[in-house]
């Protein structure tokens, strides 16, 4: 028996509300007989638990039942305070909530406990935008925070890339996701679900119609999925391309991942000098061009054509330039 195990369903339910036995066993991993094992074993230890039958039926708790925040390992008390890092969460305009939350959890974890997750607070930051780039203006956070927890919809102005540029939305905000340093609302329209960057939202109202997020739609699934077809989207054909030694040192540093892979997985050995030869993903003819000119000389375009050209008629352009 787990003593942990058991103080994990008495917080489920704590939290949750009424649940049978079969979402017991599904939220800790564990069989329907072992939940209904420990079930009893709570009512056995006096905790006021009981049952409602049939369907839509389970375990609840008695009303006003309130257990303790007691059994927190060092490792958990680590965790919760590093869920709470600051600067997402002034991002979201909750820094005060999250000051506020910290302090009531200090006040009611045990003596060690509370030295040790204010040692491990004051040992970590986050600092989420890449190197090179400016955090972003995201005015209108706070408000499609606003959206999502009641729910609301929200009417925008907001700019996109293609034309027109500047367009009006009524959004159903579902979710907000952190990527690299920007924030991003995943809405639905009247189109259908999309992803919106929040700096890009110009305008915002809060209104009052309300509406319900589907059951069974899930932020961490749908957001693996559209970054799954983004990239999908985004290489639209390939390269044969020569890198020296130093070269393919230096792709980590200047071509997304999936390219450093594929060149990895394609390479293949030209010559008795260190060059190799591999086949790359790209996106149009221009962007490749200016991606690959980072690599300077330590790379050469076979195939395609076109790309071979733009890459030459760049270096002749710089040429002339630098003459």
């Not at 006040?107 to 780039?133: C, I, N, S």
């Not at 071979?308 to 270096?315: D, F, G, L």
Request: hydrophobic share 40%; net charge positive; with cysteine.
């Amino acid at each position: 028996m787990s003593a942990g195990r058991l103080l994990s369903v008495l917080l489920l339910l704590q939290s949750r509300g009424r649940l049978s036995a079969r979402a017991i066993a599904d939220e800790l991993g564990v069989s329907v007989r072992t939940a209904y094992r420990d079930l009893g074993r709570l009512q056995q230890a006096g905790v006021p638990l009981y049952a409602e039958p049939g369907p839509g039926g389970g375990y609840q708790l008695v009303d006003g039942y309130r257990t303790r925040l007691t059994g927190l390992t060092e490792g958990e008390a680590r965790a919760l305070f590093l869920a709470g890092l600051p600067g997402p969460a002034a991002d979201l305009g909750l820094a005060a909530d999250v000051a506020a939350a910290r302090l009531k959890l200090l006040a009611a974890l045990p003596t060690e406990l509370r030295q040790e997750a204010a040692r491990t607070a004051a040992v970590f930051h986050v600092d989420a935008p890449g190197w090179y780039t400016e955090p972003e203006e995201t005015p209108y956070l706070p408000l499609l925070v606003d959206a999502v927890l009641s729910r609301r919809t929200v009417d925008v102005r907001y700019r996109r890339w293609r034309a027109p540029q500047e367009v009006d939305r009524r959004l159903r905000p579902y979710g907000l996701v952190l990527k690299s340093g920007v924030w991003y609302v995943v809405a639905a329209t009247d189109r259908g679900i999309a992803t919106y960057r929040a700096a890009q939202v110009l305008d915002a109202r809060l209104t009052e119609e309300r509406f319900d997020r589907p059951r069974d739609f899930d932020l961490r699934a749908h957001w693996a999925s559209y970054l799954a077809d983004f990239q999908a989207r985004r290489h639209t054909g390939t390269a044969t391309v020569r890198l020296s030694p130093r070269g393919r040192r230096r792709l980590p540093d200047n071509m997304p991942p999936e390219v450093v892979r594929a060149a990895e997985a394609t390479a293949v050995a030209v010559g008795d000098d260190g060059w190799i030869e591999a086949v790359i993903p790209t996106e149009s003819v221009p962007h490749a061009c200016g991606e690959l000119l980072r690599l300077g000389t330590d790379v050469e375009v076979m195939a395609p054509p076109e790309l071979r050209r733009a890459m030459r008629e760049a270096v002749a352009e710089l040429a002339r330039r630098y003459g």
